[in-house]
């Protein structure tokens, strides 16, 4: 009987390919799972007008863990407004169900030296259900010469101490123990200083762990020019959303970067999906790489509790090149054999 009862969303473009992918692998670690698809994506709301009705959201809020592949029309299209898909879904199901850390972990793959520099191996945490995302503002005159348009942060002491707090957990875990808090504490002066105020207020609880602090700007530098400086990363929403992108480059490429919004808490699911998009100019060619899908299933059974089935992963995938001509098909069934 299976254990766990994971919600599948495929979403659109390359995202039902490599999360097939995924499920192939999970399967050959010997973990069974029960899983319920869901139509959900550009597709649905183009053939429905519907984004996440209210009955599949309680229904996936009973689930217990969610596995998405990528949302999202083909680049270009204006069929669906900007904002609908991430808001009314992506966003939505972040803030319903409570799943206020990103984690973004980080590693450049074997033989991978596209920038000649030193190797990657960090963990990105973001505050996921805050700041800036939290839709707080409006606009006045829409469409007119005076038009005003506002933009607020929320940032909580609750929300940023959690976030902050579940960082430290992670770093003190690793064998660097190190954490760095990146922020904008110069000109940001408000969200800035709460941030600044409850990192150093919670360090004093973890005495092994060493800390740092960069400007996000600077942060951007040190990425591209020595990123080994990094072990633990605790951020703000916007700027965990812009500097993960940058990591995902110097670290492998975004294709590769994996994710888990989680709530530790346990209240609900958590959700986990490659950084990718939809990539629909690929659909069907075999060229779209599962990697970072594989890699977002590997953090689900860990998080799941399945660690050893995660470490099997995970294992077979620090040692995986990619050979030449691989499809996407081919390379799961080459990690599915390995694991």
Known sequence: MAKYKVGIIGGDGIGPEVIDETLKVIKATGIELDTVSYD????????????LPDATLEEI????????????????????PSGILERGLLLKLRFELDLFINLRPFITPKGWNRFNIEPVDMVVIRENTE?????????????????????GSVNTRF???????FAFELAASRPRKHLTLVHKTNVLT?????????????????????????????????MVESPSRYDVIVTDNLFGDILTDLCGAVSGGIGLAASA???????????????HGAAHDIVGTG?????A???????????????????????????????????????????????
């Open 40 to 51: 959900l994506g550009a597709d649905r709301y183009l053939r429905t007008g519907d984004v």
């Open 61 to 80: 809020r009973g689930l217990d863990a969610v596995l998405l592949g990528a949302v999202g029309p083909p680049v270009g299209s204006t069929a669906v």
């Open 131 to 151: 700041g800036t995302y939290a839709g707080e503002g409006g606009q006045l005159r829409r469409g007119t010469p005076y038009e005003i348009a506002t933009q």
């Open 159 to 165: 929300g940023v101490e959690r976030t902050v707090r």
């Open 190 to 222: 408000f969200s800035g200083d709460l941030w600044q105020r409850t990192f150093n207020e919670v360090s004093k609880e973890y005495p092994s762990v060493e800390i740092a602090y960069n400007h996000v700007d600077a942060a951007c530098i040190y």
């Open 261 to 275: 919004n989680l709530n530790p808490n346990r209240t609900g699911p958590s959700l986990f999906e490659p950084v």
């Open 287 to 291: 060229k779209a790489n599962p990697l």
């Open 293 to 339: 899908a594989i890699r977002s299933g590997a953090l689900m059974l860990d998080f799941l509790g399945e660690k050893e089935a995660a470490g099997k992963i995970n294992k077979v995938l620090e040692e995986f090149e990619v050979p030449a001509g691989a499809t996407t098909a081919s390379i799961g069934n080459a990690i599915a054999e390995r694991v």
